[in-house]
């Protein structure tokens, strides 16, 4: 009966996850917010697909936030981890403090003691390390300057946990102090902390974290090196893959026994490991189940919202919510002008960053186990923080389809266009970026006069330093482009990345400018379409003969002779110059039919280089040239 009851909560779990998390990227959700939407769908509140006592999952799910530290450990090496001390203990520091202040206060003013205020500002604090990272890491914006801030807060506030929950039982009333003379151990949350040294003296209790830290360091550094080759001399993967596991569960009990944060311990660990020759092979072994595990925390989290509470007392529930929302928010984005991150850099820390996180779940327990607050209060705590957390993907898309657009609109019309003193150049390039630079640069050195217009400041800032005149502008207004001399030019280059005003563009000068040579580039086949569309056919996707090249490249390094080679670039770019405009045609009328004649191209072409390879040397071949026979017996006097 037991097993039947596990797997019917494994079938119903998955079956959740499968069915929420690719709808939820398909409508660009994002994975996260598909299984918090997942796990109220089958919580007690909605389907009821699980019961309440289905959320003590969430025990064995945590796991999956101490190995998604344990990986970012792998990617920071402790010199990195230096550089990045200012914002951890400063940007890190100061968002944990200002925010307990704040959100102490305000509990104050509805009538809570000074012990429960504190608590509760320090609870609140903390934002959700799991969510946030999981967030950005789909959105790549891990590596970007308010990613990194981003993470230097979340940091901090992961190894705050720790004195966050020894302050915990100093705030408690007058039971908590007897239990404290009395030399009780205190029962914390499995997954965080569990005092089985608290019966030592003080200095031996510090002894014995300390010692288990030289451990895992040298460990990491000097032993573990060993024991990883050994068992990768095996040749047996999945001894591999449970050695990693291994590895990550021991750190964890043992910072379990000793009252440290798990996560915090297999976090340093993987900090350790960053330069083990081994660490490509264990992230690649442990990021499933570290993938997985994180998944089924966040369901988890869903499954645990009180519905029946947020009905029982919605406009607590939403004040609440907004109120922690909207301090945190603001907290942070003083402390982003602060640290001089940019406007919208501060408003993509500050929408990051406005939640509640995974630890309060544990810090809440805690507080309650010390009576520090009524179960009223903690239901309260706990389904605000819950909702933040549901709350954050929302609040991340919100940023990134409205309020960075618009922020980097605003910007680019704050800054007034260049003003143009030349108008003679037979060649006006729009967009200098890496497209437009390298025409750029070919027709400048062959000493053509180009007039460059680009939107982008920080990227004429640098163009400029390499001594390249370049004009601040938008390419896309009339005026410009006649004071850029559209009307005396000869050609235009568009290279510009945005999709719709290239073609915006590409239509008005062919009517203003009918004399004016386009030259664009597509981003994509579709957009080579849309192009055509618009009658304007000379016109090169940007990444094809570059693909190309690399592709005649491989067929060399796979014994291909440079004739061979040659030949079947030409032919492959010949075959698809041709087919393009019939593709086209069939694009436009009728979808399921490009389809079938893109296969039967596909194959056409596959049969025609095949045949070709075979094919004898003529003299008037137009892939043989002096260059590929010189190659040929060099590559032959070098023994190739």
């Known amino acids: 009966m037991h097993n039947q009851d596990f797997f ?26 598909g299984y918090l939407l997942a796990g109220i769908a089958i919580g007690p509140f909605a389907l009821g697909m699980i019961g309440q006592d289905g959320t003590d999952i969430m025990h064995f ?15 920071l090496k402790p010199s990195l981890l230096w550089k990045m001390r200012g914002s951890i203990f400063g940007l890190g520091g100061l968002q944990v403090l200002v925010t307990t202040i704040v959100i102490a206060g305000g509990s104050m003013f509805f009538k809570h003691s000074f012990s429960q205020a504190i608590s509760i500002g320090l609870i609140l604090a903390i934002s959700s390390t799991a969510i946030v990272i999981q967030s950005l ?45 009395h030399g009780a151990a205190v029962k914390l949350h499995d997954a965080v902390v569990q005092h089985d040294v608290s019966v030592l003296d003080g200095w031996l209790q510090l002894l014995v ?52 944060s798990p996560a915090l311990g297999t976090f340093l660990a993987g900090m350790v490991l960053a330069d083990n020759e081994y660490r490509h092979e264990i992230e690649t072994d442990i990021e499933p189940f570290k993938g997985l595990l994180l998944g089924l925390f966040f369901i988890a989290v869903g499954a645990g919202i009180d519905f029946k509470l947020f009905f029982q007392k919605p406009f607590v529930v939403l004040f609440l919510l907004g109120s922690l929302i909207i301090v945190k928010f603001i907290v942070l984005l003083v402390l982003g002008k602060l640290f001089r991150l940019g406007a919208g850099k501060g408003i993509s820390l500050a929408m990051t960053l406005a939640q509640g996180g995974e630890f309060a779940f544990v810090l809440i327990s805690f507080s309650q186990q010390n009576n520090l607050f009524s179960n009223d209060t903690a239901s309260l705590l706990i389904i ?34 260049d003003n143009i003193d030349e108008d003679d150049s037979p060649v006006i390039i729009a967009g200098f970026g890496r497209f437009g630079l390298i025409a750029g640069r070919l027709l400048i050195a062959n000493g053509i006069k180009t007039i460059v217009l680009d939107n982008n400041p920080k990227n004429i800032q640098i163009l400029r330093k390499f001594g390249l005149k370049v004009y601040y502008g938008d390419a896309s207004r009339p005026d410009l482009l006649h004071a850029a001399g559209a009307d005396k030019a000869k050609v235009l280059i568009l290279a510009i990345d945005d999709k719709e005003k290239s ?111 075979e094919h004898s040397i003529h003299d008037s071949d137009s892939a043989w040239d002096s260059t590929t026979i010189r190659e040929e017996i060099n590559d032959r006097l070098k023994g190739k």
């Open 503 to 613: 073609l915006e563009i590409a239509e008005y000068v062919k009517r203003k400018y009918p004399h004016l040579k386009l030259l664009a580039r597509a981003i994509d086949l579709r957009h080579l379409f849309e192009y055509f569309s618009k009658d304007i056919r000379t016109v090169k996707v940007e990444v094809f003969d570059s693909a190309v090249e690399v592709g005649k490249t491989a067929l060399k390094e796979l014994g291909f002779t440079n004739y061979q080679a040659n030949r079947a670039a030409l032919t492959f770019k010949e075959h698809n110059r041709n087919n393009i405009p019939v593709l086209y045609e069939h694009w436009l009328e009728d979808k399921k039919k490009y389809i079938r004649e893109a296969r039967r191209y596909a194959n056409e072409l596959e049969e025609q280089l095949i045949a070709e390879k």
């Open 61 to 75: 799910a945590e796991f999956g936030v101490v190995m998604m530290l344990f990986l970012i450990g792998l990617e």
């Open 137 to 181: 890491a789909e959105k790549k914006l891990l590596k970007t300057e308010s990613g990194k801030s981003a993470f230097s807060v979340l940091l901090f506030q992961d190894i705050a946990v720790i004195p966050i929950l020894a302050v915990l039982p100093l705030l408690a009333q007058n039971a908590m102090k007897n239990r404290n003379e």
């Open 8 to 33: 019917n909560q494994a079938f119903v779990y998955l079956m959740a996850a499968v069915v929420s998390v690719p709808l939820a990227k398909k409508l660009g959700l994002g994975s996260v917010l």
């Open 209 to 260: 974290i300390i010692g288990l830290v030289v451990a895992i360091i040298l460990t990491g550094r000097f032993i573990s090196r060993h024991i990883f080759r050994f068992i990768a001399s095996t040749g047996i993967r999945e001894i591999f893959t449970a050695a990693a596991l291994l590895m990550v569960i021991s750190i964890a009990l043992a910072m379990e026994k000793v009252g440290l």
């Open 384 to 417: 605000t923080v819950a909702l933040s957390m549901a709350i954050t993907p929302v609040l991340l898309i919100i940023n990134e389809k409205l309020i960075q657009p618009l922020y980097v609109k605003r910007q680019n019309s704050e800054q007034e266009a």
